[in-house]
């Protein structure tokens, strides 16, 4: 998968957001507030630039102190809002 | 005859260099005219031409009323803006050296709205990375300070900031359409009148501290709630002029509106055309 181009995440007031800036995001229309893993998630998916649930899951266990299981089962909710707000494709 | 006219709007120099017949329209200017010799250095100039159209490749087009913008580029760091209204086009901007050289190919109709948009363009484009936004709003100044008015085109900006003229004596207004907002060094916001106001002719070189921002909403009561965080920030957000798919200019709007989201007092009026309206709005957000 791919995070959609055109989407940005800002820091607004101390919060993680993401919007739509991009010629081709620019009729979001709506601010996307992420909490501190759905970012890190977002930016590490942002350098993998084509990434997969097992490897967002996989970076995440290396990085916080998760089950795998746990993780994976995170990552698939995440990418599922990500997916029905059409950010993802 | 070309002749090189300097103007000072919210503390930016800029100039135009025009014919006479195009210096002529510029009377809603003449209160930000600034000497040559204060002129230094200029934010941007644009160079106004009567050889159009202009060849170019389209990324974007909004539509307003009948009032249509074509965004596009020419090579990869020249910018394209044409106006049309009507479907018949006024003129083409090309912008250059990162918005800090425009030149205005006119068609020879609607020269005026042309020559209106092209500046309005340059100066939020070129200021964005510089604290300085451009808003589509109304804005009045009340003690020393100013408030401005904000919503969809048709929600009554415009006729809120009149119950404030006729209902709050000492209120006076800065700017009816498009005022300039600074952060300034020290991190306050200032807000100023333009040469730009839409409808209504009030183009005054005037400027307050930033006391407070009204998101309206048309409602079938009063009610005034304040926003705060994300809440501010996506109310401010809509009524920024700019390009946000270039990410310079993104960036630099984007400090800009969450400086004002973090530190400049932000609200939702619910309300009525009427006065109650606007002494429920002032009792709350005038101090």
Redesign the interface.
């Known amino acids: 998968m791919k995070i959609k181009k055109g989407f940005v995440l800002r820091q607004v007031c101390g919060e993680n957001v993401i919007v739509g800036e991009g010629l081709d995001a620019i009729d979001f229309g709506r601010m996307l507030c992420l909490n501190e893993t759905a970012a890190w998630l977002w930016k590490k998916a942002m350098e993998a630039g084509d990434f997969t649930a097992d490897g967002l899951a996989k970076a995440l266990c290396d990085e916080y102190d998760v089950s795998p299981d746990q993780a994976l089962a995170d990552v698939k909710e995440t990418i599922s809002q990500w997916t029905e707000l059409k950010v993802v494709e | 005859m070309k002749s090189t006219l300097y103007y000072i709007v919210a503390e930016h120099l800029f100039c135009v260099e025009s014919d006479e017949s195009i210096a002529a329209l510029l009377e809603n200017y003449e209160p930000f005219r600034a000497a040559f010799t204060e002129a230094g250095q200029a934010l941007f100039s644009l160079s106004v031409v009567n050889d159009g159209p202009v060849e170019y490749v389209e990324?974007?087009r909004q539509d307003e009323e009948g009032q249509e913008t074509v965004c596009g580029h020419i090579g990869p760091d020249d910018s394209v803006f044409e106006f049309r209204w009507g479907g018949r086009s006024a003129g083409w901007l090309v912008c250059e050296a990162g918005y800090r050289i425009g030149t205005l190919h006119l068609s020879g109709f609607q020269t005026k709205a042309a020559l209106d948009n092209s500046l309005m363009i340059l100066f939020a484009m070129a200021s964005a990375c510089t604290g300085t936004v451009l808003f589509h709003s109304a804005v009045v100044s009340l003690d020393g300070r100013g408030y401005m008015f904000l919503g969809k085109s048709g929600t009554g900006k415009s006729t809120h900031a009149r119950l404030w003229l006729q209902n709050i004596p000492g209120t006076e207004l800065m700017n009816d359409d498009n005022p300039a907002v600074r952060i300034k060094s020290d991190g306050t916001a200032v807000v100023y009148g333009t040469p730009w106001s839409g409808k209504t002719p009030c183009y005054r070189n005037v400027s307050a501290p930033l006391g407070g921002i009204v998101l309206l909403s048309q409602a079938p009561y009063n009610r005034i709630v304040r926003l705060?965080?994300?809440g501010?920030?996506?109310a401010v957000v809509p009524s920024i002029s700019g390009k946000?798919?270039d990410?310079r200019i993104?960036d630099g709007l984007?400090e800009t509106e969450?400086a004002l989201?973090?530190y400049i007092p932000v609200w939702h009026l619910d309300c009525l055309p009427d006065a109650d309206a606007a002494h429920l709005c002032k009792d709350t957000i005038a101090l």
Request: proline letters at 0%; zero cysteines.
């Open positions: 990324e974007w705060k965080g994300i501010a920030y996506a946000r798919w990410a993104a984007h969450n989201a973090t």
